[in-house]
Nanobody, 123 residues
Framework: QVRLAESGGGSVQAGGSLRLACAGR????????MGWYRQAPGRQREMVATITNGGDTRYADSVKGRSTISRDNGVNVAYLQINDLESGDTAVYYC?????????????????WGQGTQVTVSS
Protein backbone atom coordinates (compact mmCIF):
# COMPACT_ATOMS: atom_id res chain seq x y z
CA GLN A 1 0.00 0.00 0.00
CA VAL A 2 1.09 3.55 -0.76
CA ARG A 3 -0.84 6.42 0.74
CA LEU A 4 -0.38 9.87 2.18
CA ALA A 5 -1.87 10.52 5.59
CA GLU A 6 -2.84 14.12 6.28
CA SER A 7 -3.49 15.74 9.63
CA GLY A 8 -3.66 19.14 11.26
CA GLY A 9 -6.74 20.65 9.68
CA GLY A 10 -9.62 22.13 11.59
CA SER A 11 -11.45 25.31 12.46
CA VAL A 12 -9.22 28.21 13.46
CA GLN A 13 -9.93 31.84 14.27
CA ALA A 14 -8.56 34.51 12.00
CA GLY A 15 -5.11 35.52 13.14
CA GLY A 16 -4.39 32.09 14.54
CA SER A 17 -2.04 29.40 13.34
CA LEU A 18 -2.10 25.78 12.34
CA ARG A 19 0.34 23.10 11.35
CA LEU A 20 -0.47 20.54 8.72
CA ALA A 21 1.37 17.26 8.40
CA CYS A 22 1.64 14.84 5.51
CA ALA A 23 3.21 11.43 6.00
CA GLY A 24 4.08 8.82 3.43
CA ARG A 25 2.71 5.49 4.63
CA UNK A 26 3.01 1.89 3.58
CA UNK A 27 5.41 0.91 0.85
CA UNK A 28 7.05 4.32 0.50
CA UNK A 29 10.83 4.28 0.65
CA UNK A 30 11.83 7.66 -0.73
CA UNK A 31 10.07 10.84 -1.76
CA UNK A 32 11.36 13.64 -3.93
CA UNK A 33 9.17 16.76 -3.86
CA MET A 34 6.37 17.20 -1.34
CA GLY A 35 3.86 19.95 -0.70
CA TRP A 36 0.26 21.10 -0.54
CA TYR A 37 -2.37 22.35 -2.88
CA ARG A 38 -5.68 23.74 -1.71
CA GLN A 39 -9.12 24.07 -3.23
CA ALA A 40 -12.07 26.13 -2.08
CA PRO A 41 -15.60 25.75 -3.46
CA GLY A 42 -15.88 27.47 -6.80
CA ARG A 43 -12.16 28.08 -7.03
CA GLN A 44 -9.39 26.51 -9.01
CA ARG A 45 -6.97 24.35 -7.09
CA GLU A 46 -3.83 26.31 -6.28
CA MET A 47 -0.37 25.50 -5.06
CA VAL A 48 0.31 26.55 -1.48
CA ALA A 49 3.86 25.41 -0.78
CA THR A 50 6.35 22.86 -2.01
CA ILE A 51 9.66 21.52 -0.79
CA THR A 52 12.22 19.42 -2.61
CA ASN A 53 14.16 16.57 -1.10
CA GLY A 54 17.06 19.00 -0.91
CA GLY A 55 15.09 21.57 1.07
CA ASP A 56 14.31 24.09 -1.67
CA THR A 57 10.98 25.75 -0.85
CA ARG A 58 8.38 27.69 -2.81
CA TYR A 59 5.25 29.46 -1.60
CA ALA A 60 2.17 30.96 -3.09
CA ASP A 61 2.13 34.73 -2.93
CA SER A 62 -0.97 34.57 -0.73
CA VAL A 63 0.89 32.75 2.06
CA LYS A 64 4.46 33.91 1.51
CA GLY A 65 5.94 35.47 4.62
CA ARG A 66 3.57 33.75 7.03
CA SER A 67 4.11 30.11 6.08
CA THR A 68 6.92 27.64 6.52
CA ILE A 69 7.16 24.23 4.91
CA SER A 70 9.64 21.70 6.24
CA ARG A 71 10.23 17.98 6.08
CA ASP A 72 11.76 15.05 7.88
CA ASN A 73 13.20 12.84 5.18
CA GLY A 74 13.96 10.06 7.64
CA VAL A 75 10.26 9.36 8.19
CA ASN A 76 8.85 10.84 4.95
CA VAL A 77 6.87 13.55 6.68
CA ALA A 78 6.34 17.16 5.61
CA TYR A 79 4.91 19.98 7.69
CA LEU A 80 3.24 23.21 6.71
CA GLN A 81 2.96 25.95 9.31
CA ILE A 82 0.62 28.81 8.46
CA ASN A 83 0.44 31.83 10.73
CA ASP A 84 -1.86 34.85 10.70
CA LEU A 85 -4.64 32.83 9.14
CA GLU A 86 -7.10 34.69 6.95
CA SER A 87 -10.56 33.88 5.70
CA GLY A 88 -9.02 33.32 2.28
CA ASP A 89 -7.10 30.37 3.70
CA THR A 90 -10.35 28.42 4.09
CA ALA A 91 -10.10 25.44 1.77
CA VAL A 92 -9.49 21.74 1.56
CA TYR A 93 -5.75 21.17 1.63
CA TYR A 94 -4.34 18.25 -0.33
CA CYS A 95 -0.79 17.13 0.20
CA UNK A 96 1.17 15.54 -2.58
CA UNK A 97 4.35 13.55 -2.81
CA UNK A 98 6.48 12.64 -5.78
CA UNK A 99 7.30 9.11 -4.67
CA UNK A 100 10.69 8.05 -5.97
CA UNK A 101 10.57 4.41 -4.91
CA UNK A 102 8.14 1.93 -3.43
CA UNK A 103 8.44 -1.52 -1.93
CA UNK A 104 5.43 -2.98 -3.73
CA UNK A 105 5.19 -3.63 -7.47
CA UNK A 106 1.46 -2.87 -7.33
CA UNK A 107 2.32 0.77 -6.68
CA UNK A 108 4.49 2.63 -9.14
CA UNK A 109 6.73 5.58 -8.43
CA UNK A 110 5.06 8.84 -9.26
CA UNK A 111 2.76 11.52 -7.93
CA UNK A 112 0.46 10.59 -5.05
CA TRP A 113 -2.18 12.68 -3.31
CA GLY A 114 -3.60 12.73 0.18
CA GLN A 115 -7.32 12.57 0.88
CA GLY A 116 -7.47 16.23 1.88
CA THR A 117 -8.03 18.00 5.16
CA GLN A 118 -10.47 20.85 5.73
CA VAL A 119 -9.17 24.16 7.04
CA THR A 120 -11.82 26.67 8.07
CA VAL A 121 -10.84 30.14 9.23
CA SER A 122 -13.52 32.00 11.15
CA SER A 123 -13.74 35.61 12.23
Amino acid sequence: QVRLAESGGGSVQAGGSLRLACAGRGDVFRINDMGWYRQAPGRQREMVATITNGGDTRYADSVKGRSTISRDNGVNVAYLQINDLESGDTAVYYCFADVASTGNSDYSPGLYWGQGTQVTVSS
